[in-house]
């Protein structure tokens, strides 16, 4: 079975420190993998996507990857007020082309 | 980058009336949209895949016969409720895939509110 663990939160982080969201998956044939960000109320925006083992930056975002452990975070530097959201993992197989879902981590960022 | 559009963004209806979706691309052809679920602090749950000219494809535990999805044209799906009722309320979103398998891009989503 698929799945897609993510600690709920809520993460609570002061303005300008640095956010860590992390994730683990069940699938070993997992390919792909997705950070969205949502707003309360809003629909997902796609934030990040990882390929390969590593790192990826994209401005204030880290994306990080290790298949071995199966474990995929997101790192926020200098996290501002309007980070605050729910972030959301989603891998995705090999085989497929639909994104798995994880329930998101809450994110706050307090001034 | 590319738009999808919701229609309506909310909708409140009486018990055992049917609701309909509308998903749009705006400036790309999508052969393929899916249909979401979101309860409240839940995850996206995908209801059905939805292709161009085909039958949408449902997830398990979806009934078929209660969300009726119709994929007429490259831009355009919808997802109906038929006799909705208050366990129905939830926010629907669709997305659209792009030429990549990895592009999938969100609708605004609609809040259906069934009293």
């Known amino acids: 079975q698929k799945e897609v663990e993510q600690n709920s939160g809520p993460l609570s982080v002061p303005e300008g420190a640095i956010a860590s969201l992390n994730c683990t998956y069940s699938d070993r044939g997992s390919q792909s993998f997705f950070w969205y960000r949502q707003y309360s109320g809003k629909s997902p925006e796609l934030i990040m996507s990882i390929y390969s083992n590593g790192d990826k930056e994209d401005g204030r975002f880290t994306a990080q990857l290790n298949k071995a452990s199966q474990y995929v975070s997101l790192l926020i530097r200098d996290s501002q007020p309007s980070d605050s959201a729910t972030y959301l993992c989603a891998p995705r197989h090999g085989g497929s082309y639909i994104p798995t879902f994880g329930r998101g981590t809450s994110l706050i960022v307090h001034p | 980058g590319a738009v999808v559009s919701q229609h309506p963004s909310w909708v409140i209806c009486k018990s055992g009336t049917s609701v309909k979706i509308e998903c749009r691309s705006l400036d790309f052809q999508a052969t393929t949209m899916f249909w979401y679920r979101q309860f409240p602090k839940q995850s996206l749950m995908l209801m059905a895949t939805s292709n161009e000219g085909s039958k949408a494809t449902y997830e398990q535990g979806v009934e078929k016969d209660k969300f009726l999805i119709n994929h007429a044209s490259l831009t355009l799906s919808t997802l109906t409720v038929t006799s909705a009722h208050p366990e129905d309320s939830s926010f629907y979103i669709c997305?659209?895939?792009?030429?990549?398998?990895?592009?999938?891009?969100f609708g605004p989503g609609t809040r259906l509110t069934v009293l």
């Open positions: 997305s659209a895939r792009g030429d990549s398998p990895d592009t999938q891009y």
